[in-house]
């Protein structure tokens, strides 16, 4: 058994290098260091300390919340110690995230999803700033977390933490838990910004012997409401395309699992469900088992007995309190609240739904779609992994196997083995807003490709997944089309008076509709006129949360009085407005808030404003009174500030 | 550098602009929280001075009383308590004798959700603009304002001693896509919003003579305006309201077949009507005073 370069070399040299960070950490910080509890403003020298030049990190960034107060953190180390940094996030949310390429803290990115930063991070590529390795659906990204891009450092975010560093992520779970496994187990560093340290965690979503290190952050973490879709947005044409869905592809197939993009086509089904679907008999047969992110728009099918089980993604903002109170239904704690899971949950929709229905922007004449538009680098997200066949199942359903004997049928001849088929509709309008098509004969990912220097067009949904395409037009099922030709005529004939579909031939639509290829309403026996709003189980988000207005209140003690006693007041309720009015009160030194608002479950986003804005201004013996219509937080903050300045009468016109 | 444009002011930055410096004192202010007990009762966001704001200051050193509109609060709607501020400022205006009171109009009209309540307070408005006027108050009604002047408020500014305008307001009864509901798209396209100014837009009102004052759409121009208005008031006679009449009676002959402002224009004599909308305000009231005067 000799064999002695094994015997010189070492084999836990990153556990050795990980014992050299902390003791660096343990060195410079000293008593400031509190068993794994750091203050805030030491965070900064902490991570010079254990961060490494060319270290892999992940900062925590998901689709919805964001470990905001590291970001900003991190964008504050000395470049001449922590640089040349590979971050491997699934999204970049945050102008921090792409600060640390602009101060050349870091140089290398490989993600999943962009979104708002999406102009800014093309124009770093352009600059050559930012060098991407490539650009992920969150499943191969969490994939290679556990191959080759795993963390050395995980920046990550909770809701609360115990000094043991036990973590509560409450119900926005959604990466967490797999950075963290990436992470600890391969003996990497992990540091949480908590909102709050406790003495003891609601639960334990993330035990304290997998943490290195908890920070208390000054400001609650900021969460993003993604999927509340107002009800009162939904057309008419909208509500069509959802009764031709659910009639001509849920009823058809007998689709009972199932996930649904974001968006006003899919919220227009999740509210007809209740209403056209149990005028059908669909009840018990259709939509039972959901991978979902909490979608308001669910909430009377849920009501209505058609939902036996969601698992969710992330969570959304407002819907906390409703998730709490139907434990049959959603994945929740003992503690009551939910867990979510973007990992699981994003598996659960590869392999365990027969159907994703989604919209987009682009559709092509193979039925590749994309939603790439130029110079933007947007990145993908989960809908790949949804919207996609998944080659590996083996596991049979009704509706899988029915489609899978209509795709064996392709091209005219019958394969032998049975083989099932996911079910991936895309739903689109044939023309967006401003009368821009949503056919066209070429994407506009190519041209994102050459400009960004992509090795391949950013496609979402390519088209050999794609079974249907639905517009208001009909359902064209592109798994009974016999050649490519057949296929190209079956999309231009439900795009509509797009230049796509006007170049239809007219005789191939007629016959690919007399097989059944293409279904007009009237082939489904549904009379396009009786489409209407009035078949919503919801017309407004007020149908759905009940009372319309909340009410918030907050004092906050040790402000000082400036002595003013004018009442003011500044800003107007108009939409996506607010009016503050701001006065004199005897308050013993604090500083009251009042607020009204009509957006509902931000209770969490209004604290983080207004503590902000009590940090700025310390204003004592002062009430506040807010009449919200709706106002974005940047709104609010600047009205808050509009009006202490009135206030004191520093203003001078 | 604050924007001066009236058009896209709050009610309570117009009453700052328009009044002398400093001299505004607000009656009945937002820290009363007057609100409305309509709008909480279908807990629907409220605003503490329910979209008025009302009091007296001075223009040009002569005392006035002054309602400034707040279109951007549900469209500027008159409710029950938006609408007691005004008439309670009206009454003030014949006890105290000001040199005028002023109306910054910005309203679509009667607040619907507010229902008699609303329409009641539209129609004691314009009772109290007819009595003060009838004791001698001038009453100027003054409109540029996103929400412009419909409605009751389109009626009540008719009974004003004097209309000042900017070429973006917009003065009607009905509102143009109350018209397109009532009478199809074919009577009239309401996002057509190059028609909607060139049939209820300033200058057309001016041509129409029922706007007394065209300005410019800033803060000078509608200070200038009113403050020219207030020189000349109109009194509440039988031969005023004689001549009113006459004048509608002759508009109603000229112009009855007309389908559009550029038709009046064209028959009031326009070399080219299509350019009315696009000339500057002064060249634009020499060429109306020429035509007028010819």
């Given at each position: 058994?000799n064999a002695?370069s094994?015997l010189?070399?070492?084999?836990d040299?990153?556990?050795?290098n990980l014992?050299?960070?902390l ?6 910080l000293g008593?400031r260091?509190?068993?794994?509890l750091?203050?805030a403003?030491?965070?900064v ?9 060319g270290?892999?990190v992940?900062l925590?960034?998901n689709?919805q919340?964001?470990?905001?107060f590291l970001?900003?953190?991190?964008t ?7 640089h040349?940094?590979h971050?491997v ?8 995230h792409?600060d ?5 803290i870091a ?13 800014r ?15 992920h659906t969150y ?6 977390y556990?191959v ?10 909770a809701?609360s933490?115990?000094?043991?560093g036990?973590l ?8 967490t838990?797999l ?7 391969k ?13 003891r965690v ?7 012997d997998w943490v ?11 969460i993003?409401p993604l999927f509340t879709r107002?009800?009162?947005?939904i ?5 069509l ?7 001509g592809?849920?009823?058809?197939y007998?689709v ?7 968006g ?9 469900i ?5 005028s ?14 909490p979608?308001?728009?669910?909430i ?9 089980s969601?698992?969710c993604?992330g ?5 906390e ?8 239904i959603?994945?929740?704690?003992h503690?009551?609240s939910?867990r979510?899971n973007r ?13 994703f229905?989604?919209?987009?922007l ?8 994309s939603?790439?538009t ?9 809908a790949?992994?949804?919207?996609a066949d998944a080659r ?8 899988w196997l ?6 064996s ?6 394969q ?8 991936v ?8 807003d401003h009368?821009?098509p ?15 220097g992509?090795?391949?067009?950013p496609?979402?949904?390519y ?9 208001e037009?009909?359902i064209?099922?592109?798994m009974?089309?016999r ?6 005529q ?5 795009a ?5 579909g006007l170049e ?7 016959n ?13 026996d ?10 919503l189980?919801?017309?407004?988000i ?11 209140q907050y ?12 009442p003011?007041?500044?800003?107007v ?12 009160a005897?308050?013993?030194?604090a500083?009251a ?6 957006a ?5 986003v ?8 009590f ?5 004592g013996?002062v ?7 709706g ?16 206030y004191r009468g520093?203003?001078?016109r | ?7 896209e002011a ?5 009453i700052v602009e ?15 929280r ?11 966001p ?9 009091g ?7 005392p006035?009383?002054i309602?400034a509109?707040?279109g951007g ?10 609408g007691?501020?005004i008439?309670?400022?009206l009454?003030?205006?014949?006890r ?8 910054l109009?910005d ?13 009641i307070?539209?129609?004691e408005i ?9 004791d001698?108050?001038?009453?100027i009604?003054?409109?540029g ?14 009974c ?11 003065l009607?009864l009905?509102?143009?896509e ?7 798209v074919?009577e009239f ?7 909607v ?23 000078e ?11 000349a ?20 002959q ?25 000339v500057?305000?002064d060249?634009?009231l020499?060429?109306a005073a020429a035509?007028?005067a010819a």
């Amino acid at each position: 058994m000799n064999a002695p370069s094994l015997l010189l070399r070492r084999w836990d040299q990153r556990a050795q290098n990980l014992e050299q960070r902390l003791v660096r950490a343990r060195s410079r910080l000293g008593n400031r260091l509190n068993g794994r509890l750091v203050a805030a403003q030491d965070v900064v020298e902490l991570l010079e300390c254990v961060i490494e030049p060319g270290d892999c990190v992940c900062l925590e960034g998901n689709n919805q919340k964001q470990a905001d107060f590291l970001a900003e953190a991190l964008t504050r180390v000395d470049p001449s110690i922590v640089h040349d940094l590979h971050m491997v996030q699934s999204v970049v949310a945050l102008p921090q995230h792409l600060d640390l390429f602009e101060k050349r803290i870091a140089s290398k990115l490989d993600f999943s999803f962009s979104g708002p930063q999406g102009a800014r991070l093309a124009q770093l590529v352009a600059d050559r700033r930012i060098a991407i390795g490539a650009i992920h659906t969150y499943l191969e990204l969490f994939s290679r977390y556990f191959v080759d891009l795993t963390p050395r450092v995980a920046l990550i975010t909770a809701e609360s933490a115990d000094p043991q560093g036990n973590l509560y992520t409450g119900p926005n779970t959604e990466d967490t838990p797999l950075i963290v496994e990436a992470t600890a187990f391969k003996n990497g560093v992990v540091i949480a910004q908590v909102n709050e340290i406790v003495s003891r965690v609601p639960r334990v979503d993330i035990p304290g012997d997998w943490v290195t290190h908890v920070v208390q952050s000054p400001a609650p973490h900021h969460i993003e409401p993604l999927f509340t879709r107002d009800p009162a947005r939904i057309t008419d044409i909208q509500v069509l395309m959802a009764m031709m869905t659910i009639k001509g592809i849920y009823a058809e197939y007998g689709v009972e699992r199932l996930n649904h993009g974001i968006g006003f086509d899919t919220a227009a089904i999740e509210l007809l469900i209740p209403t056209y679907a149990e005028s059908l008999g669909l009840k018990g047969k259709i939509c039972r088992h959901w991978a979902l992110n909490p979608h308001p728009a669910l909430i009377p099918a849920i009501e209505a007995g058609f939902v036996e089980s969601i698992h969710c993604f992330g969570s959304e903002l407002g819907m906390e309190a409703y998730i709490a109170a139907r434990p049959d239904i959603f994945f929740t704690g003992h503690d009551g609240s939910m867990r979510s899971n973007r990992a699981f949950c994003q598996m659960a929709g590869h392999y365990a739904c027969d159907l994703f229905i989604g919209s987009t922007l682009q559709i092509d004449l193979e039925g590749n779609s994309s939603t790439a538009t130029l110079d933007r680098i947007a990145g993908f997200g989960g809908a790949p992994n949804m919207g996609a066949d998944a080659r590996g199942r083996r596991h049979g359903s009704q509706a899988w196997l029915r489609a899978g004997r209509e795709a064996s049928l392709r091209y005219g001849h019958s394969q032998r083995m049975p083989r099932g088929r996911k079910l991936v509709v895309q739903i689109v309008e044939t023309f967006r807003d401003h009368m821009l098509p949503a056919f066209v004969e070429r994407l506009d990912a190519w041209e994102v490709a050459d400009s960004a220097g992509m090795p391949l067009p950013p496609v979402m949904i390519y088209g050999d997944d794609v079974t249907h395409i639905v517009t208001e037009e009909g359902i064209a099922n592109l798994m009974l089309c016999r050649t490519s030709a057949e296929r190209e005529q079956a999309i231009r004939g439900v795009a509509g008076y797009t230049p796509v579909g006007l170049e239809r031939d007219r005789r191939t639509v007629e016959n690919l509709r007399d097989r059944g290829v293409i279904r007009r309403a009237e082939d489904l026996d549904i009379d396009a006129r009786s489409a209407s709003r009035d078949m919503l189980a919801a017309r407004s988000i007020k149908d759905l949360a009940g009372t319309f207005l909340e009410h918030l209140q907050y004092r906050f003690a040790g402000g000082y009085s400036c002595g003013a006693v004018t009442p003011r007041v500044v800003g107007v309720v108009a939409s996506g407005n607010l009016e503050v009015l701001i006065e004199a009160a005897t308050l013993d030194g604090a500083c009251a808030f009042d607020i009204d608002t009509p957006a509902r479950g931000f209770a969490r986003v209004w604290q983080a404003v207004i503590s902000d804005f009590f940090a700025r201004h310390r204003l004592g013996d002062v009430r506040i009174s807010i009449n919200d219509n709706g106002a974005t937080p940047a709104t609010v903050a600047l009205r808050l500030d509009q009006a202490v300045e009135e206030y004191r009468g520093v203003s001078q016109r | 550098m604050r924007h001066r444009s009236f058009y896209e002011a709050t009610a309570r930055q117009r009453i700052v602009e328009i009044l002398d410096a400093h001299s505004f004192a607000e009656l009945v202010g937002p820290e009363q929280r007057t609100v409305s007990p309509h709008m909480q009762a279908l807990q629907l966001p409220v605003a503490f001075d329910d979209g008025v704001v009302v009091g007296r200051g001075t223009l040009h050193t002569k005392p006035v009383l002054i309602a400034a509109q707040e279109g951007g609060f549900v469209g500027g709607a008159v409710g029950e308590v938006h609408g007691a501020k005004i008439v309670g400022l009206l009454e003030r205006a014949r006890r105290e004798r000001p040199a005028a009171a002023l109306l910054l109009i910005d309203s679509g009209g009667v607040r619907l959700h507010e229902a008699n309540a609303g329409l009641i307070a539209v129609s004691e408005i314009i009772r109290a603009i007819l009595a003060a006027r009838s004791d001698g108050v001038t009453i100027i009604a003054a409109i540029g304002g996103a929400s412009g002047c419909f409605g009751g408020m389109g009626i009540a500014a008719a009974c004003c001693s004097a209309v000042v305008m900017s070429e973006e307001g917009r003065l009607a009864l009905s509102g143009p896509e109350v018209i397109e509901t009532a009478h199809g798209v074919e009577e009239f396209d309401s996002r057509d919003r190059a028609l909607v100014w060139r049939t209820m837009g300033g200058k057309h009102r001016y041509l129409l003579e029922d706007c007394d004052v065209l300005v410019d759409g800033d803060m000078e121009g509608f200070r200038a305006g009113i403050a020219a208005a207030m020189e000349a008031p109109q009194s509440l006679t039988l031969e005023a309201l004689e001549r009113e009449q006459a004048m509608l009676a002759r508009r109603l002959q000229i112009f009855s077949s007309s389908r559009d402002g550029r038709d009046v224009w064209r028959t009031l004599g326009w070399p080219n009507p299509e350019t009315v909308p696009l000339v500057p305000t002064d060249v634009f009231l020499a060429q109306a005073a020429a035509l007028r005067a010819a």
